[in-house]
């Protein structure tokens, strides 16, 4: 058997996956995809899903990951796959940003990456198998004005996937990056009513090589293939879905 593709101790049933920020945009998706693609899976979010598989928590919470953690292994089994999607915006002139308005968009996008994996490694470690991946950004790719506290978050997300990557390679599990260009969901039109875009969504569509904006299947479909049996020779990697704009 080849290492890193199949089960060592856990049976040919059902993959349980969690989606965090499953209730929402990019990470509803996902877990749609990934419940076509034959996987179980429960989403960990503010918000409640309308699917009966949501658990309420926040992921800058440790005690409230590890409470959803518990009930979704009790339920479904081991958890050998995380999307990791829930996350927050911010636009602010940096000489103006407050610490808590720092702190925030450090601890929803880069600290809740932290505690998400940490609480469901063990059951990857245990299996010899498991898949891990990290919704970041394309504003890593150049930075973005009054987003720094935004983009150092998922620059950090980036350098933690190529980390994990090597040390949980041996493990059999793989761990890679999934940056979004321009994504259709609640948090793009809200940043584009508050006129912090720098344009429309239209003005950036023009400026998009293949002349639209992303559709929250764009990255589901991308996720769906890191998170394949198939993928397993795949990991460390940072896959820009921007329809061509950062390339
Ligand atoms: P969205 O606002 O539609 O969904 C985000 C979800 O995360 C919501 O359901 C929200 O409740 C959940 N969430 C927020 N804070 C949470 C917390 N503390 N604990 C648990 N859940 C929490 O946004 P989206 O556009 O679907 O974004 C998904 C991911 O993609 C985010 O990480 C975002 O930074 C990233 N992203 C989006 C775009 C885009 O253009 N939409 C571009 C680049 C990156």
Redesign the pocket.
């Known amino acids: 058997m080849e290492f890193g593709q199949s089960l060592r101790k856990v049976g040919p049933g059902l993959k349980t996956a969690v989606v965090?920020?499953?209730?929402?945009?990019?990470?509803?998706a996902v877990a749609e995809r990934l419940r076509k693609d034959g996987l179980q899976v429960a989403v960990?979010?503010?918000?409640p899903t309308d699917d009966g598989f949501g658990h309420i928590?926040?992921?800058?919470d440790r005690a409230q990951v590890d409470n959803a953690v518990a009930a979704i292994r009790e339920q479904f089994g081991p958890i050998l796959v995380l999307v990791?999607?829930?996350?927050?915006?911010g636009f602010q002139k940096f000489s103006k940003m407050s610490f808590p308005e720092w702190s925030k968009v450090i601890?929803?996008?880069l600290n809740?990456v932290f505690h998400t994996i940490q609480a469901v490694l063990p059951d990857m470690v245990e299996a010899g198998w498991g898949r891990i991946v990290n919704?970041?950004?394309?504003?890593t790719h150049s930075g973005q004005p009054f987003m720094a506290h935004?983009v150092a978050a998922?620059s950090a997300v980036n350098g933690l996937t190529k980390s994990l990557a090597l040390e949980y390679g041996p493990a059999g599990i793989t761990v890679n990056a999934v940056?979004?260009?321009?994504?259709?969901?609640?948090?793009?039109r809200?940043a584009e009513s508050r006129h912090l875009l720098g344009g429309t969504v239209e003005d950036h569509i023009n400026r998009t090589p293949v002349r639209r904006v992303?559709r929250?299947e764009d990255?589901a479909a991308a996720c769906s293939f890191f998170v394949s049996d198939e993928a397993s020779y795949i990991t460390g990697q940072i896959l820009g879905v921007n329809g061509g704009r950062n390339t």
């Open positions: 965090t920020g499953g209730a929402s945009g990019i990470g509803r960990i979010d503010l918000s928590a926040d992921v800058t990791n999607a829930a996350g927050v915006e601890d929803v996008n809740g919704i970041s950004s394309s504003s935004y998922k940056p979004p260009g321009f994504v259709d969901t609640p948090m793009l809200s992303g929250p990255i």
